[in-house]
């Protein structure tokens, strides 16, 4: 069904994109940033860290265009056809799984409350929870036509519903008490940084899952371009604005504080509905990949490994791994260095390697991942993705090819 389907123009990718970053947690960074940083100077670091990613986006996104193939594909040229599925695919569908069960549970948990509150209508958490996330389970399988309509309704009521919050808020603050917030405590400005590239920081990875669709590398980078930018930097400053205002960054919370819980539940789905669908695509994709399915099994695939995800999230088994997820979700990133590092910097030595393991790959993605792992501060997501590209370019020059 999706073979179809590159001839996708810039704005529907955007629509895709705008959908996947806007979210309950999206906000959740401009309340982190705000609780260190002035209002402008968190705007700023945000700003420079999407832009960073929507750069590297690019990149990949050129290479996923010219070759169209998907994420765990792409990587079989700089990991080997076998390696790019055991490494790639497992830690994407793993990391993409895991969060779909959390987001799931997350929205089951707070459907229930808002169902309970609103009409005393007492629904089990792990009731709603496998609810929703079989309804977004079978989004995601119907593929990236279907994510297409999806965001085209979702993306403008969330922005209006978001829009109205902020007219709410208003009515009894000024912007001028933003400008003058001053926080307790204090971050470097590079920390910021890199704190706004870890939060979006797997969309990297996964972009060539959706931008191969793109009718020209143009319609793709547009794509990421103003699918991200706008909407990453926008939500911070809501979530940091909301943060100053009203103690809080959980647009659901102030709607349902105020009196518009049927709002709040509205965004709770459309919001976590949105990006779902993207973690469920994603991990299906990448399953398929790491058991070396054909594309016509990715349906089936994403059905196994969805319906695996909501019986954790139902039993709240997900719970006892959020530190794992994370931790994969670090090691995510360093594939985005060696993917721009292989086409862009060796690709004339590289190309159509179809070796199962290429092992230069392998270890410097092992590298990177290492650094990741043992730093700590925010900026390890900047070192994380330039140290796996350098590693690997090095290590090209080195080591012939086959």
């Known amino acids: 069904m999706e073979n179809n389907q590159n001839n996708t123009k810039w704005f529907s990718l955007a629509s895709v994109w705008f959908g996947g970053i806007v979210s309950v947690p999206a906000l959740l960074i401009g309340s982190v940033l705000i609780s260190s940083l002035t209002f402008s100077n968190a705007v700023l670091a945000g700003f420079v860290g999407f832009s960073i990613v929507v750069l590297l986006m690019s990149l990949i996104s050129i290479y996923a265009v010219e070759q169209q193939k998907s994420s765990v594909a792409l990587a079989a040229n700089s990991f080997g056809t076998k390696g790019a599925g055991i490494v790639v695919g497992l830690i994407i569908g793993l990391s993409t799984l895991g969060w779909f069960g959390v987001q799931s549970n997350i929205a089951g948990a707070s459907f229930s409350k808002i169902l309970l509150d609103t009409a005393e209508i007492d629904l089990p958490a792990w009731i709603s929870s496998s609810l929703w ?37 208003f009515q009894n603050h000024s912007f001028q008490e933003v400008l003058d917030y001053r926080p307790e405590n204090t971050m470097f400005l590079l920390q910021a940084i890199g704190l706004s590239i870890g939060f979006i920081s797997v969309a990297v990875v996964i972009c060539p899952d959706y931008n191969r669709f793109a009718a020209s590398k143009k319609d793709a980078i ?10 990453a930097s926008v939500l911070l400053a809501v979530g940091a604005l909301f943060a100053i205002t009203q103690g809080t960054y959980d647009i659901v919370e102030i709607f349902a504080s105020l009196g518009f819980p049927f709002f709040a539940m509205v965004i709770l789905i459309l919001a976590t509905w949105t990006s779902n669908v993207i973690n469920m695509y994603s991990s299906g994709l990448a399953f398929n990949g790491l058991l070396n399915l054909t594309e016509a099994s990715r349906p089936k695939t994403t059905i196994i490994v969805g319906i695996a995800g909501i019986v954790l999230a139902a039993i709240g088994l997900l719970e006892n791994f959020m530190d794992f997820i994370n931790l994969l979700t670090t090691t995510v990133v360093p594939i985005a260095g060696i993917l721009v590092a292989d086409y862009f910097l060796s690709k004339g030595k590289n190309q159509e390697n179809t070796s199962n393991f290429n092992w230069i790959g392998i270890v410097s993605w092992c590298c990177a991942a290492a650094i990741m792992i043992f730093m700590e501060a925010p900026i390890k997501y900047i070192i994380g993705i330039a140290s796996a590209g350098v590693i690997y370019f090095v290590i090209s020059k080195l080591i012939p090819t086959k």
């Open 133 to 169: 996330g079989l309804i977004m389970l079978f989004t995601a399988v119907f593929g990236f036509k279907i994510l297409k309509w999806l965001n085209y309704i979702a993306v403008p009521t969330i922005i209006v519903l978001i829009a109205y919050g902020l007219f709410i808020v």
């Open 222 to 231: 547009f794509g990421s371009l103003f699918g991200i930018l706008p909407s």
